[in-house]
């Protein structure tokens, strides 16, 4: 089989690499990919790509032969020197430490203050939608509607004082859009790019979150910063959880939503049907979720020696899952690449699977679920107005421009 390299970031400003992950869906589901110099970032020892749905879950789920902890959760290699610092989030843990910590933080997330959450997301996506809908003409729906709407449900959650939301959209673009040309990079003295995840990058990020938590014990309040200012947590934990939250939690929606609305844009038919009510929101928001999963890849270490789908993997290699593939597996999905927004089953990993399973998949779904419903209510319909742009990475499966026609719900179809 000709080698077929899913590692590039520039591919994915293309769209979704389907071609390729057919390829090695069928003919390697476990396949070694070089780690080149690209976009300034130096070469790495090389990984092994799972594109299989069986095999993904299997990653995922076997923390103890696939740890998260040993070489974190990105691709590339952090420094040796920031390991230890990375090693700190809930993210790059494995069992039992990792369990502690999610339960901690769970239960800041109570069903009281989800639905007075959700209250409010309702309102903000009508809003928005009237504002773009008033302009009269097309719209850039990542401008004007869903960066605003994730952005801004993450901040009344976390309870960030109005006035600083803007940080919270700048570090989010720092540790997200670190790959795309359009993002200038933050060099080292060598003239390299610098991990936008070490702590020197991060040092602005958790000063204000140790500022915010010392504020929310003054001046409790009913939002997440509250509860994570009073809980057991430490000092070092607190700031990798305010940057998880901060980072994770926006950009999960912020991905997932114009991609969902891009999927419907582009499918008059399955569009009508969700106007129509001839599909439920809850199947519709899987659907959405499983076409456009808002992270691409997640990478493992190999704790031990062991065999995955027939291929042999030694201690220490890296192993990284990609999302798209698994999701669009004939083996699993029939029809994989018709959109059905009534598909059921939807056993898409777009959240996961395993311990590390989405900590805020609820919270993402029920914002995606009150804005998809925005839509079919102030709309009338949607459909494209040119190509959307989306963002160069290999870990982020972002839309950062998408200009669509809105139709008035007394308009008719064009």
């Given at each position: 089989?000709?080698?077929?390299?899913?590692?590039?970031?520039r591919?994915?400003?293309?769209?979704?690499?389907?071609?390729?992950?057919?390829?090695?869906?069928?003919?390697?589901?476990?396949?070694?990919?070089?780690?080149?110099?690209?976009?300034?970032?130096?070469?790495?020892?090389?990984?092994?790509?799972?594109?299989?749905?069986?095999?993904?879950v299997?990653?995922?789920?076997d923390?103890?032969?696939?740890?998260?902890?040993?070489?974190?959760?990105?691709?590339?290699?952090?420094?040796?020197a920031?390991?230890?610092?990375?090693?700190?989030?809930?993210?790059?843990?494995d069992?039992?430490a990792?369990?502690?910590?999610?339960?901690?933080?769970?239960?800041?997330?109570?069903?009281?203050?989800?639905?007075?959450?959700?209250?409010?997301?309702?309102?903000?996506?009508h809003?928005?939608?009237?504002?773009?809908?008033?302009?009269?003409?097309?719209?850039?729906?990542?401008?004007?509607?869903?960066?605003?709407?994730?952005?801004?449900?993450l901040?009344?959650?976390?309870?960030?004082?109005?006035?600083?939301?803007?940080?919270?959209?700048?570090?989010?673009?720092?540790?997200?859009?670190?790959?795309?040309?359009?993002?200038p990079?933050v060099?080292d003295?060598s003239?390299r790019?610098?991990?936008?995840?070490?702590?020197?990058?991060l040092?602005?990020?958790?000063?204000y979150?140790?500022?915010?938590?010392?504020?929310?014990?003054?001046?409790?309040?009913?939002?997440?910063?509250?509860s994570?200012?009073?809980?057991?947590?430490?000092?070092?934990?607190?700031?990798?959880?305010?940057f998880?939250?901060?980072?994770?939690?926006?950009?999960?929606?912020?991905?997932?939503?114009?991609?969902?609305?891009?999927?419907?844009?582009?499918?008059?038919?399955?569009?009508?049907r969700l106007?129509?009510?001839?599909?439920?929101?809850?199947?519709?928001?899987?659907?959405l979720?499983?076409?456009?999963p808002?992270?691409?890849?997640?990478?493992?270490?190999?704790?031990?020696?062991?065999?995955?789908?027939?291929?042999?993997?030694?201690?220490?290699?890296?192993?990284?899952?990609?999302h798209?593939?698994?999701?669009?597996?004939?083996?699993?999905?029939?029809?994989?690449?018709?959109?059905?927004?009534?598909?059921?089953?939807?056993?898409?990993?777009?959240?996961?699977?395993g311990?590390?399973?989405?900590?805020?998949?609820h919270?993402?779904?029920?914002?995606?679920?009150v804005?998809y419903?925005a839509?079919?209510?102030r709309?009338?319909?949607l459909?494209?107005?040119?190509?959307?742009?989306?963002?160069?990475?290999?870990?982020?499966?972002?839309?950062?421009?998408?200009?669509?026609?809105?139709?008035?719900?007394?308009?008719?179809?064009?």
């Amino acid at each position: 089989m000709e080698h077929t390299d899913v590692f590039d970031p520039r591919r994915y400003a293309q769209g979704l690499p389907h071609d390729a992950y057919r390829t090695l869906r069928d003919h390697a589901p476990v396949a070694w990919q070089e780690e080149y110099e690209v976009l300034g970032w130096p070469a790495g020892p090389g990984f092994w790509a799972v594109s299989r749905h069986a095999d993904v879950v299997r990653v995922l789920k076997d923390a103890g032969t696939y740890s998260s902890h040993l070489g974190a959760t990105q691709i590339r290699d952090p420094d040796p020197a920031d390991l230890p610092f990375i090693r700190r989030m809930m993210l790059n843990q494995d069992p039992p430490a990792h369990g502690r910590l999610r339960r901690l933080v769970s239960r800041a997330f109570t069903p009281g203050r989800i639905a007075r959450f959700t209250a409010t997301a309702r309102a903000r996506a009508h809003r928005l939608l009237d504002a773009a809908l008033a302009d009269g003409g097309p719209a850039d729906l990542v401008r004007t509607v869903t960066d605003d709407y994730a952005l801004l449900n993450l901040t009344d959650l976390l309870g960030v004082p109005a006035r600083d939301r803007g940080l919270l959209h700048t570090w989010t673009e720092r540790v997200i859009a670190y790959q795309d040309p359009d993002e200038p990079p933050v060099l080292d003295a060598s003239g390299r790019p610098v991990n936008p995840r070490s702590p020197a990058q991060l040092a602005d990020m958790f000063a204000y979150a140790q500022d915010l938590a010392a504020y929310k014990r003054r001046h409790p309040a009913d939002d997440v910063m509250t509860s994570l200012a009073t809980s057991a947590l430490a000092d070092a934990e607190l700031e990798m959880f305010f940057f998880l939250l901060t980072v994770a939690g926006n950009d999960t929606v912020r991905s997932a939503a114009p991609g969902g609305l891009l999927a419907l844009a582009q499918d008059p038919r399955e569009q009508a049907r969700l106007w129509n009510g001839e599909v439920s929101l809850d199947t519709a928001v899987e659907e959405l979720l499983r076409v456009h999963p808002p992270v691409l890849s997640f990478r493992r270490t190999a704790t031990r020696d062991t065999d995955l789908a027939g291929v042999r993997i030694a201690a220490g290699d890296k192993v990284v899952v990609l999302h798209p593939s698994a999701n669009h597996d004939e083996r699993v999905f029939p029809d994989p690449h018709r959109l059905d927004l009534g598909r059921t089953p939807n056993p898409h990993v777009s959240f996961g699977d395993g311990p590390h399973v989405c900590l805020g998949a609820h919270f993402a779904r029920l914002q995606l679920g009150v804005l998809y419903e925005a839509v079919r209510e102030r709309c009338a319909g949607l459909e494209p107005d040119g190509p959307p742009r989306r963002l160069v990475s290999n870990f982020i499966n972002g839309v950062t421009s998408l200009p669509v026609r809105l139709r008035a719900p007394s308009s008719p179809p064009a």
